[in-house]
């Protein structure tokens, strides 16, 4: 059974750096035939993509993000971490990892497994 | 970017109701139209894709239908679990963008 577990700090101080880690288990983050992502949701609001990463095939950013995120891989660990540069309270949010594989109807990318979300607060 | 909408907000069923959420795109994304569900404190849940596909594991009373910018989640017959809120998200392009989502509560 795939599982996806966030983790980091849940306090952030404003124009610091979040880093998170997603641990990956029954499954590995080296295979090609996933990618895998981070989405956030703001308190009350709606979800927002980040960035999806495929181990094979390079990494794809939301615009409105791509300035401020880095991502890294350790294998080792079956691991993915994501970075977010000089943060600010409006990146205040509940943080998910997930996978991200392709529909069977039209092999469109799909969000099909999801980490229980880690709550990161932007506060002095 | 494609902007997601829905329609209601929000909206008061009982068990046994037939309810139907709208999922509006700005533009024309085909049938690459997912539909989630999410619990409070909890992660989203993939219920449909491709507009109409049933997600392993997801109730029949699940349907999804639609193409182009207008697309309809029905729960054909509401149980006491389906109370919780539903988003759709486009996987036509990227960046990839969630609907608001719409609150099922119990009236």
């Known amino acids: 059974q795939l599982q996806l577990q966030e983790s980091g700090p849940g306090l952030v101080k404003p124009s610091e750096t979040l880093s998170l880690t997603c641990t990956v288990s029954g499954d590995s983050i080296s295979s090609s035939r996933y990618n895998w992502a981070w989405i956030r949701q703001p308190p009350g609001r709606g979800l927002e993509w980040i960035v999806t990463?495929?181990?094979?095939?390079?990494?794809y950013y939301s615009p409105s993000l791509n300035s401020r995120v880095t991502l890294s891989v350790d294998t080792s660990k079956n691991h993915f971490s994501l970075n977010l540069t000089s943060v600010t309270a409006a990146d205040t949010a509940v943080y998910y990892c997930?996978?991200?594989?392709?529909?069977?109807?039209?092999?469109?990318?799909?969000?099909?497994?999801w980490g229980q979300g880690t709550l990161v607060t932007v506060a002095s | 970017d494609i902007q997601m909408t829905q329609s209601p907000s929000s909206l008061s069923a009982s068990v046994g109701d037939r309810v139907t959420i709208t999922c509006r795109a700005s533009q024309s994304i085909s049938t690459y139209l997912n539909w989630y569900q999410q619990k409070p404190g909890k992660a989203p849940k993939l219920l449909i894709y491709g507009a109409s596909g049933l997600q392993s594991g997801v109730p029949s009373r699940f349907s999804g239908s639609g193409s182009g910018t207008d697309f309809t989640l029905t729960i054909s017959s509401l149980q006491p679990e389906d109370f919780a809120t539903y988003c759709c998200?486009?996987?036509?392009?990227?960046?990839?963008?969630f609907g608001p989502g719409t609150k099922v509560d119990i009236k």
């Open positions: 998200q486009q996987s036509h392009s990227t960046p990839f963008t």
């Open positions: 990463m495929s181990y094979s095939g390079g990494t």
């Open positions: 997930a996978r991200q594989s392709l529909d069977p109807l039209a092999a469109r990318p799909i969000f099909d497994y």
